[in-house]
């Protein structure tokens, strides 16, 4: 159980395109899904909690209008990487909690290159 | 500003040997902790959970809890050259609503 998938596992784009990376939980309903980052030799560093049917919240020095997040059902959240240049290659990982729990389970990662 | 401290290592156990891993926190309000295991390149997976104060136990794991020196530690016992990965810390200080707040982690080599 407790299953989180994401995709694509991989992209590689032009500077100045939008991606989209989509995350669910697969085997059981999100109430919180979260959206970190990291890049190499570091630690996993949180951008972004959002909650279905509202607005998500971002940390500090996070873009909100550059990475817009979209939680449209219990199963699913939408990372948008907008206008994206090469400092934004990196790891992108979402986690996912269910009702009365605080155990993130993650996905396993999209991987974002930007030429 | 919430912090994870972990000392980066490299960490090198013998194989069969007991590993320590060491996590110290800053906010004192933090109230759920984890060890995460993280394999290159790939994302982390749940080890396990603490809440309270004391000793936990999974297997060949054992997580360590003292909210009063702020120090959360994880033993594996009889390491395996397959436990050799990076081991995270990480910290959250209010509800399940609360993202994760890592170390930076613990690179362990179990040597053969």
């Known amino acids: 159980g407790a299953v989180v998938s994401q995709h694509p596992s991989w992209v590689i784009c032009k500077s100045g395109t939008s991606v989209k990376i989509e995350c669910r939980s697969l085997d059981f309903q999100a109430t919180t899904m979260f959206w970190y980052r990291q890049f190499p030799k570091q630690s996993l560093m949180l951008m972004a909690t959002?909650?279905?049917?509202?607005?998500?919240?971002?940390e500090q020095g996070v873009e909100k209008d550059k990475f817009l997040i979209n939680h449209a059902s219990l199963t699913l959240s939408t990372l948008t990487v907008t206008s994206a240049h090469p400092e934004d290659s990196s790891f992108y990982i979402c986690?996912?909690?269910?009702?009365?729990?605080?155990?993130?389970?993650f996905g396993p990662g999209t991987r974002l290159t930007v030429l | 500003q919430k912090e994870v401290e972990q000392n980066s290592g490299p960490l090198s156990v013998p194989e069969g040997a007991i590993a320590s891993l060491n996590c110290t926190y800053s906010?004192?309000?933090?109230?759920?902790f984890f060890w995460y295991r993280q394999y290159s390149g790939k994302s982390p997976e749940l080890i396990m959970s603490?809440?309270?104060?004391g000793d936990k136990e999974d297997g060949r794991f054992t997580a360590q809890l003292n909210k009063a020196s702020q120090y959360v530690s994880l033993l594996i016992r009889d390491s395996q050259p397959s436990d050799s990965a990076t081991y995270l810390c990480a910290v959250i200080s209010g509800g399940g609503a609360d993202g994760l707040t890592f170390g930076k982690g613990t690179h362990l080599i179990i040597q053969p």
């Open positions: 906010d004192r309000g933090s109230q759920s």
């Open positions: 603490i809440y309270s104060n």
């Open positions: 959002s909650n279905e049917g509202s607005k998500a919240t971002y």
């Open positions: 986690s996912a909690t269910a009702f009365s729990t605080d155990t993130q389970y």
